[in-house]
């Protein structure tokens, strides 16, 4: 597949060049056939990127959407 930036862009679409670098490889090795879903607890760029992802075929898992959308600020200053 490649270790360069340039070897793993030749393996996304187009769309999914402005995804962050440093996850370029994950999607390139679902691309692949090595995966068969990517897990996400709070990258944002996942979400940003949905329908781009959903367009490309990657099938993304949020582990816990409330904490990675923002949502469970409401949790804050609660005891435990």
């Not at 709070?42 to 816990?64: C, F, M, N, W």
Request: avoid cysteine.
């Amino acid at each position: 597949m490649g270790s360069s930036a340039e070897d793993l862009l030749r393996h996304l679409p187009a769309t999914l060049h402005g995804f962050d670098r440093s996850d370029h490889k994950w999607l390139a090795v679902y691309l692949r056939g090595a995966a068969d879903r990517l897990y996400n607890a709070t990258d944002s760029d996942y979400r940003q990127h949905a329908a781009h992802l959903k367009r490309a075929g990657i099938a993304v898992h949020e582990l816990d959407p409330d904490e990675a959308a923002g949502t469970a600020r409401s949790r804050k200053g609660r005891r435990r």
